[in-house]
């Protein structure tokens, strides 16, 4: 049985030798292109085209043609590639959009004939050249991906994009272009070359699509924050547009030293299975890399089968209605019982269809929690939850983390299935703990008391792991509590004496601790603009600073509000970081003007939540905090662990 893909969908690819087969309502370039992990284009051999047809393991078709098929020998790949991508490209003297030509249709099949998967590339607009489906490696083994991303540009842009520079894209595109001119039967010269080549003289992007982005490869490294970007429902954001540099803040630029290997995935046991799943099977220059990397490609994993499976049932109800409205629509039906029969085979077929969807949900959801399964144990302290035994061993590094754990994100069709939610270090922007009950179901179920101090145990637990996963010397905390609301709360903190100042209370406290971290800020940039930061005065302090501000606005005036709203703004930028637990209902006698505060943070919530938006497949994920378990004091021993650090690096 054919598996019918939709946009982001992705399925196993059993065998070693297979055809793609290309059918399109009107005459197409076809070519073939290899890339490695990340998805990037290298050298000269990443293009099967009609005047270079073979590549290792992929054989091309010649010539322009409304069907093509490509011969594919996935054993005969090179190691080092980890995509291969489909392309269509449209030739001058027809049609100029994939959006005025029938929809095409890719599939895979097998030496016999058999397909075994299929995608129609529907949604398409203003695209002249297509990514229409890739086989990509994952632990191991190879699956298809139907990827449907187009570029309005042409097929230069779509080279550009991939990771080679302008001019090269240019020629290979206008090699490609030309011998498939000299080959089939379009009038393709050089007058009409840059309608397909792009002109690479300007930006090039992506044509929009409704769709969801293609699956990067598996899995990327996001910089910033990987579930933090476009703006969903009241401005909080999850995931990240792909169009983003993938490099890690730490690599050195100019090193040619190569990146550890991952872990290669066991084999199956038997064949047909799925590779057993290895904690750090991903690409990276470290283990922590390649775990960040390997949660990252989680992630993208569960939402997309998770869109599929919705797209799905979507595409079944619609049919359902449209054959139920058909059926009671004909006048035939009425009569000897047929319009029951008619209804019940269209309920029949929905029934099937959905099946069939929930039979690949729930196999990839298998697959997701095996492989959590191994992940979880495997994490550093950074990203581990606070059971993991990583805890009870943990010194304080030498070395800042790449990332920290937030807390969980999971989906209603596996709540148990937590992925966890990791942001990069340093912070690159402010976090707000939402303390009022507008949010969730859990938040209005719960007084007000409990809600405020399960939002500042959330703070004071982000806290700690911030001090327990950086050097002694590099990072310092500075509260500001001026209704001391929050002592109960900041007790652990106080008694290890691990805080930069003590908590600072009422309106003077407040003015003096913003006064210092805003004159921070202030010598910092101007030090860095200056080119030198050996210049600053000896009473600043260089560590990365977070300020917790408990109970806004109350001891805030409007130059304290200005002041933070100036931190919030500047100071991640320089490595001073803030977060807010607060109420936003009760900031609104500020009216608009703290609006921009708020938008700048990533509101998280102390209850669980489904808040957090993903532009990539407008999925509501909800968020869970992840705090020690009842009675631990898990939370102590890191924090004494970091006050002994500090003393033996003192001075």
Not at 274 to 293: F, I, K, T
Not at 482 to 487: E, L, R, V, W
Not at 490 to 501: D, F, H, I, K
């Amino acid at each position: 049985m054919t598996a019918e893909l939709v946009r982001g969908q992705n399925h196993p690819v059993s065998q070693s030798r297979v055809e793609i087969r290309v059918s399109a309502g009107t005459p197409v370039l076809a070519l073939a292109s290899l890339a490695d992990e990340q998805g990037r284009f290298s050298g000269d051999g990443i293009l099967a085209h009609p005047g270079a047809r073979s590549l290792p393991g992929v054989r091309s078709p010649g010539e322009l043609a409304e069907r093509h098929t490509f011969a594919v020998d996935l054993d005969e790949v090179a190691a080092d590639v980890h995509r291969l991508g489909v392309l269509l490209v449209l030739p001058p003297g027809g049609p100029v959009r994939f959006g005025a030509v029938p929809a095409s249709y890719v599939a895979v099949a097998d030496p016999d004939g058999a397909e075994l998967a299929g995608y129609t590339l529907t949604g398409l607009d203003a695209e002249t050249a297509v990514v229409a489906l890739e086989l990509y490696r994952r632990q191991g083994a190879w699956k298809v991906r139907a990827v449907g991303q187009g570029y309005a540009e042409g097929l230069g842009a779509l080279l550009t994009d991939g990771g080679l520079a302008a001019p090269q894209a240019a020629e290979l595109a206008a090699a490609a272009l030309r011998t498939a001119a000299r080959t089939g039967e379009s009038d393709i010269t050089l007058a009409t070359m840059p309608t397909l080549v792009g002109d690479l003289r300007a930006p090039q992007t992506p044509a929009q699509a409704p769709a969801p982005a293609p699956e990067p490869p598996d899995p990327v490294p996001a910089p910033g924050h990987p579930y933090a970007g476009a703006p969903g429902p009241g401005g909080d954001t999850l995931a990240s547009p792909p169009t983003i540099s993938y490099a890690h803040p730490r690599r050195r630029r100019t090193s040619t030293e190569p990146p550890e290997p991952a872990p290669r995935a066991a084999a199956a046991q038997e064949p047909g299975q799925a590779p057993r799943p290895v904690a750090g099977d991903a690409s990276g220059w470290s283990m922590e890399e390649r775990l960040y990397n390997q949660v990252w490609g989680m992630f993208e994993d569960l939402a997309r089968t998770v869109a599929a499976y919705r797209s799905a049932v979507e595409f079944a109800d619609s049919r359902m209605d449209r054959e139920l409205d058909e059926a009671l629509s004909d006048p035939r039906h009425r009569l000897g019982g047929s319009g029951n029969a008619a209804r019940d085979t269209a309920r029949a077929r929905r029934e099937e269809l959905v099946a069939q969807a929930q039979a690949v949900l729930d196999r990839d959801l298998a697959q997701l929690i095996a492989e959590s399964e191994v992940v979880e144990p495997a994490l550093p302290a950074a990203y581990a939850r606070w059971d993991n035994p990583v805890w009870h061993g943990h010194r304080t590094p030498e070395e800042s983390p790449l990332a920290l754990r937030l807390g969980d994100l999971h989906l209603p069709e596996r709540p148990d299935l937590r992925i966890p939610m990791l942001t990069r270090v340093p912070l690159e922007r402010g976090l707000w703990i939402d303390n009022g009950r507008t949010g969730s179901e859990a938040a209005m179920t719960m007084d007000t008391d409990r809600l405020r101090r399960a939002a500042m145990d959330m703070a004071v637990t982000l806290a700690v792991r911030l001090l327990a996963v950086h050097p002694a010397d590099r990072f310092s905390v500075h509260v500001i509590d001026a209704a001391g609301a929050g002592s109960a709360s900041l007790a652990p903190l106080v008694r290890a004496g691990v805080l930069a100042a003590p908590p600072a209370a009422g309106a003077a406290g407040v003015t003096q601790t913003l006064a210092r971290l805003t004159r921070r800020v202030d010598l910092v940039q101007m030090a860095l603009r200056a080119g030198a930061p050996e210049d600053l005065p000896p009473d600043v302090d260089t560590a990365d600073q977070l300020l917790i501000v408990h109970d806004f606005p109350h001891g805030f005036d409007d130059r304290a509000v200005t002041q933070l709203r100036y931190l919030a703004d500047e100071g991640a930028a320089v490595g001073v970081h803030l977060l807010m637990v607060a109420d936003r209902d009760e900031a609104s006698a500020y009216g608009p003007l703290l609006d921009p505060l708020w938008r700048s943070l990533m509101r998280l919530s102390p209850v669980p939540d489904n808040h957090l938006a993903d532009p990539w497949v407008h999925h509501a994920w909800t968020f869970e905090p992840n705090l020690p378990p009842q009675g631990s004091r898990v939370l102590d021993q890191a924090l004494d662990r970091v006050a002994e650090a500090r003393r033996t690096t003192r001075p």
